[in-house]
């Protein structure tokens, strides 16, 4: 509660928003070149609204975010580690403005996938989810990466990042059961494979649940891994069926990473001690090809459907 | 002579409209029935959008929650001011605001017009019938339901419980037998007016106002009392899912409605824009049509309760994380460990790999790294070789492995040096083949030059793992098919056994192996394992060695082996 008070609103739009709109919520610094296309992206999907909170960017975002006409946005030179990772920023959005919406909450470079995204919007999912009187939806982190040195091609504005990152493992995540929250914990995919192949435990959390119907006295975790209530966290069923589940593609790794993780290095704001940029960057400075000979390139949501990554559940 | 509609409407008010214009342009009166719930407003501006069509009517509202009377009341009230209203027609269909005609409606006219004494109803007896939510049937008539299963859950079940403990019961009306089914019908003039004035209307009334989801059997029951033909199937198209609420259709299932041989579709979701546009334009002509090929829309739908209620074998993914026993097949299909072979044998993996056609791995668990086939670091799914990240989830890397190559059988080799705990799930997994050629480690010890301290150090440690393991497969809940011979046993006749084990494979046609593996030199042996006896090490699981053994004799008695589990 405190910490959302470090939070200094720069656009606020919110009386625009409608009791139905399906919203955003999103922590950026320095993100401003992935800004246009994770608009574009999220607008074409049905999103009405989008609330950002800006970590002392020094590129412009910010400007560029005041502009739209759709964006909500506040700004904070709080620090990003001691906010709990931006949770706590976004949990104090969240509690003030998304009581009652359907609420998506994702990084600049995650791109949300359901089954049927292709065929049918946002709201659509939301709609069934309300009929069925579902309040969370997962959607694992997928972790794309190019073919080759992970710098070789650059990203551009308003490009779509995953023609570039459009290889990711499929089949290489192992979940246990976290029993004090009731949430899986699946880590796995290329960071393990590349990064943390001795240090199996300290691999990054992979299980996110990022879409739910908001309700005031709900808060986020430990970013959106896992949830409060307990109950927000149970979604996976345990007696052998599929519950519908989409993806998170994380597009971390472009050629702008190699800078980001030389900047985070020196920041030192993310978890635990940054160990994952640690490893990130040992690697990247001799071998930065994530790709293998058993990558699998994205085509759409059915073949990861049928990858077994995602679930239509009873979804039809 | 046509037909009248009765459309229950209570939100997405726009396409209701757009619906009952559909109708009425068409020829056939409607008359609507608004929730109560809906605000004056909203109803007010509904009612007025429709005035200018004459033969669109809005009925006496009532308060519709799901499972109560109010959906019969007002299906009630609806039909009497139908038929009083226009005495001229022959049926009256029931239908929602978010039913869509899939057919021209003229279609539906002349096919009524066909049928003049048929009335489409679904209607069971409870007996027969397995559509229940919630374990519910007969029970919907018997018992008492003050308490709302939406709003109050708790005491819903709690007040179900105390009834079937104290034995209360509801007396069922003599002249009826309940049935029950869809809530969509379509009834002829006589059946429905039949049921509308009958003298016994205000019991039966009395009876159904306290029967739990009252509009899936009221007019189901009271049909079976007035009709002369009943045809039990509804003429509108609706699916339900596992929890018995109706599926939703979107454009991306305009091929698939094109298809269905039904007249109206429910629910539509309100946004399907493509599916409203297609159907409701006049220009829909009978030819633009598919033929019909309503199997293919039960099949999609059967499969998402599948899916949902049983999922994919062997998957184990952010939905779906079944607890121990619940997996409906821990792995995604058989696969095959052997035990020993690649000790005693020369190139026994690709001689494997020849005879079966399987997929062969050295040791997944081999201490140093996955040992996968072709000496592959990475396997499909971009599964690495790596030891920690193995086991660190020892079950996860087999299940993952299994998965990502379904449809190729799977043989691995295993080991008293290979991780340990996997050997519980491999046991317990019905898609598991376990061979063990017990005390064959001894051979690579006995082939190896290391001090012989040393190989007598080694070979106590490994007869005692592998101890540990043949107990840990002999247990009685084990489920995989297991096999386990002593090494002495083996070498007699090696065969016989490995012909079992192949053709239990079953990949290629049963046939005599043709081939079969080198088996190492075993001369000395015998006084191997008598020299480890020496030094106090008693080597037993590989049977008994004789020191200077007689020359074998290839016709010598086949001992059979032994099956622990089927």
Redesign the interface.
């Known amino acids: 509660m405190r910490k959302s008070r470090q939070l200094k609103p720069v656009a606020n739009r919110t009386d625009r928003i409608r009791p139905s709109d399906l919203l955003v919520f999103c922590t950026a610094r320095n993100e401003g070149i992935r800004l246009p296309y994770f608009l574009k992206y999220y607008r074409d999907m049905g999103v009405n609204h989008f609330f950002f909170v800006d970590n002392d960017s020094t590129d412009g975002s910010l400007d560029y975010l005041s502009r739209q006409e759709d964006v909500s946005v506040w700004a904070t030179h709080g620090s990003y580690k001691r906010s709990r990772f931006g949770m706590d920023w976004i949990n104090g959005l969240l509690r003030k403005y998304a009581h009652g919406h359907w609420a998506l909450t994702v990084d600049p470079d995650e791109f949300f996938l359901y089954p049927?995204c292709d065929?049918?919007?946002l709201?659509?999912l939301t709609?069934?989810l309300d009929?069925?009187t579902i309040k969370s939806f997962?959607?694992?982190l997928l972790d794309m990466y190019p073919k080759g040195r992970i710098d070789a091609q650059p990203y551009v504005a308003g490009q779509n990042p995953l023609d570039i990152a459009s290889w990711f493992?499929?089949?290489?995540?192992?979940?246990?059961?976290n029993n004090r929250f009731g949430n899986?914990w699946?880590?796995?995919g290329?960071r393990?494979?590349a990064f943390?192949?001795?240090?199996?435990?300290r691999a990054p959390a992979l299980?996110k649940i990022p879409l739910v119907k908001w309700h005031r006295r709900y808060a986020y975790v430990s970013s959106t891994h896992m949830l409060l209530p307990r109950g927000l966290n149970l979604?996976?069923?345990?007696?052998?069926?599929?519950?519908?589940?989409g993806l998170l593609l994380h597009t971390k790794f472009l050629d702008t990473f190699g800078q980001k993780a030389a900047e985070e290095l020196k920041r030192r704001q993310h978890y635990a001690g940054s160990t994952e940029y640690l490893a990130y960057h040992a690697r990247i400075q001799h071998d930065p090809d994530l790709w293998?000979?058993?990558?699998?390139k994205y085509i759409n949501w059915r073949q990861l459907e049928i990858l077994?990554?995602?679930?239509?559940?009873?979804?039809? | 002579m046509t037909i009248g509609i009765v459309m229950l409407v209570h939100t997405a008010f726009d396409r209701a409209e757009q619906v009952a214009r559909h109708w009425a342009r068409a020829g056939c009166p409607v008359v609507i029935h608004v929730d109560r719930q809906v605000p004056k407003v909203t109803f007010q501006r509904f009612v007025k959008a429709l005035s200018d069509l004459p033969d669109v009517l809005f009925s006496r509202r009532h308060r519709c929650e799901w499972g109560t009377w109010g959906l019969v009341a007002a299906s009630q009230d609806a039909a009497e001011l139908m038929l009083d209203r226009y005495p001229r027609l022959h049926h009256v269909y029931l239908s929602s605001g978010a039913c869509l005609p899939l057919r021209p409606v003229a279609e539906l006219i002349d096919y009524l017009a066909d049928r003049p004494q048929t009335d489409f109803i679904e209607s069971a007896t409870t007996a027969d019938v397995p559509w229940t939510v919630g374990g519910l049937d007969h029970e919907r008539f018997t018992l008492f339901f003050p308490f709302s299963w939406r709003s109050n859950r708790y005491l819903f079940d709690r007040f179900v419980d105390v009834q079937q403990r104290i034995g209360l019961r509801r007396k069922v009306p003599r002249a009826i037998t309940p049935h029950m089914g869809s809530q969509w019908w379509c009834l002829t003039r006589q059946t429905l007016g039949a049921i509308l004035s009958d003298p016994e209307r205000r019991r039966f009334d009395r009876y159904f106002r306290r029967v739990w989801i009252p509009d899936e059997s009221y007019f189901q029951t009271l049909a079976r009392l007035h009709s002369s033909n009943i045809e039990s199937r509804s003429l509108t198209l609706s699916k339900f899912?596992?929890?018995g609420?109706p599926?939703?259709f979107?454009?991306?299932h305009l091929q698939l409605l094109r298809r269905s041989d039904c007249f109206v579709a429910r629910k539509i979701?309100p946004?399907a824009d493509r599916l409203y546009r297609t159907f409701l334009s006049d220009s829909q002509s009978a030819d633009a049509r598919q033929a019909p090929n309503p199997g293919k829309i039960d099949r999609?739908?059967a499969?998402?309760?599948d899916?949902?209620?049983?999922?994919?074998s062997g998957?184990?993914?952010?939905?779906?994380?079944?607890?121990l026993g619940?997996?409906?097949g821990a792995t995604s299909g058989p696969y095959s460990v052997f035990q020993g072979f690649s000790d005693l044998f020369k190139d026994f993996e690709p001689w494997l790999a020849r005879a079966t056609g399987a997929q062969v791995h050295g040791h997944l668990y081999a201490p140093a790294r996955a040992q996968f086939a072709h000496g592959?670091t990475?396997?499909?799914?971009?599964?690495?070789d790596?030891a920690?990240?193995r086991d660190?989830?020892p079950k996860?890397?087999l299940t993952?492995l299994l998965?990502?190559t379904r449809g190729e059988r799977q043989c691995f080799q295993h080991g008293p040096h290979d991780t340990p705990g996997i050997i519980w799930h491999i046991s317990r997994d019905p898609n598991a083949q376990i061979s063990v050629i017990s005390g064959a480690w001894a051979v690579p010890l006995f082939k190896s030059d290391a001090s012989f301290a040393d190989l007598r150090t080694e070979a106590a440690l490994l007869q005692k793992a592998e101890s540990a393991m043949l107990d840990e497969i002999r247990s009685p809940d084990v489920k995989a098919r297991v096999r386990v011979w002593t090494m002495a046993e083996f070498i007699e006749a090696p065969m016989e056994p490995l012909q079992l084990v192949i053709d239990e494979i079953g990949h290629r046609a049963p046939r005599r192996l043709a081939e079969a593996p080198v088996m190492q030199d075993l001369t000395g042996f015998g006084q191997f394992l008598q020299n480890l006896k020496n030094h106090g090490m008693h080597p037993y699981l590989m049977g008994d060695f004789p020191v200077d053994p007689a020359p074998r004799n290839a016709q010598a008695a086949r001992r059979k082996p032994y099956l622990v589990k089927n």
């Not at chain 1, 943390?196 to 435990?201: L, N, S, V």
């Not at chain 2, 184990?316 to 607890?323: A, E």
């Open positions: 049927f065929t049918r919007p709201r659509a709609d069934w009929a069925s997962s959607a694992m493992d499929a089949g290489n995540y192992a979940i246990s059961r899986l699946i880590q796995g290329p393990a494979r943390f192949a001795d240090t199996p435990e299980n979604v996976y069923d345990e007696w052998g069926g599929e519950k519908a589940s293998c000979k058993w990558s699998e077994g990554l995602m679930s239509k559940g009873n979804w039809a | 899912d596992f929890q609420k599926h939703i979107y454009d991306d979701w946004h999609i739908f499969k998402a309760v899916r949902r209620t049983r999922g994919r998957l184990y993914m952010q939905s779906r994380f079944p607890k619940w997996e409906n592959q990475v396997i499909n799914g971009a599964l690495p790596t920690a990240l660190a989830n996860a890397f993952n998965w990502n």
